[in-house]
């Protein structure tokens, strides 16, 4: 934050919350519609993800001409302090595979990539992923997390845009109890990520990295299988398993007591 931000009333906060969680489903939903229609067309090109973010865009732009620009969160710049979320994203990932398998909850995965296709496809979804978490993570941050932060500090910005993302998840069908709390904490780490140097991009190449590497690289790449206790909750990977629960806990403790040290950044 450059400077002082104007404050944000309640009122303020709640039409932001509702405009971010309305704005990013809608948009996610028209630009599978659009995209899909596009491809019965005849148009056999990838559409959907640069139309999501164009849509989120629009919304953002109709919110701020109402409520007022962002001040306290930044869009931030491509560069280290970008970095920063896909860093975070991968360690992350890391320890939650690292703790399934160490556990027993998940089998020794198997390098199933014979051929230089499963790579080449891996590799061409990267940029459309991070489009994807750029999109979903747009209005959470820069409209409710800004405002909710202008309104009550920097941890009420954090938590405003966790339960925001929460409820984006929720919407696209993550409802079991391990899905809804690991969104919970999920979006409490994005909202952390996004309070720093990389601000919005940040968050967005992290979700953008998570994605793809849980629903991407690790699905297609490799082969393997979790077990009852800490394993899954429907499809093969961390994010619906208490062992990415208890890494993120372990993650957000310590950015807590890091915070409790010294003043929050930006603050």
């Known amino acids: 934050m450059t400077g002082p931000a104007s404050p944000s009333s309640g009122r303020q906060v709640l039409l932001a919350v509702l405009i971010a969680l309305a704005g990013t489903v809608a948009a996610g939903f028209a630009s599978a519609e659009l995209a899909g229609l596009l491809v019965t067309a005849g148009l056999q090109v990838p559409l ?3 139309l999501n973010l164009l849509m989120v ?3 953002g732009w109709l919110a701020f001409s109402r409520l007022g620009p962002a001040t306290a969160i930044r869009l931030g710049q491509a560069g280290p302090g970008a970095m920063v979320g896909a860093v975070l994203a991968l360690g992350v990932l890391l320890a939650a595979w690292g703790l399934l398998i160490a556990t027993g909850a998940a089998s020794s995965p198997r390098w199933i990539g014979d051929t230089t296709a499963p790579v080449a496809l891996a590799a061409f979804a990267l940029p459309w992923m991070v489009l994807h978490g750029l999109s979903e993570q747009y209005l959470v941050h820069r409209l409710a997390q800004d405002r909710a932060e202008r309104w009550r500090g920097a941890w009420a910005g954090i938590l405003v845009a ?3 993302w929460t409820g984006v998840q929720a919407l696209q069908g993550y409802v079991a109890p391990v899905l809804l709390v690991n969104s919970f904490l999920l979006g409490c780490l994005f909202g952390l990520v996004a309070r720093g140097p990389g601000g919005v991009l940040a968050a967005g190449l992290a ?3 998570w994605s793809w590497l849980e629903t991407v690289v690790w699905r297609s790449l490799w082969q393997w299988q979790l077990e009852p206790g800490l394993g899954a909750v429907g499809d093969q990977d961390s994010y ?3 062992a990415l629960t208890l890494v993120l806990l372990v993650v957000l403790l310590v950015a807590v007591w890091r915070g409790g040290k010294r003043q929050p950044p930006r603050q």
């Open 207 to 209: 979700h953008g990295l």
């Open 57 to 59: 865009l629009a919304v």
């Open 48 to 50: 959907r993800e640069p």
């Open 162 to 164: 966790a339960l925001v």
């Open 240 to 242: 619906g398993t208490w």
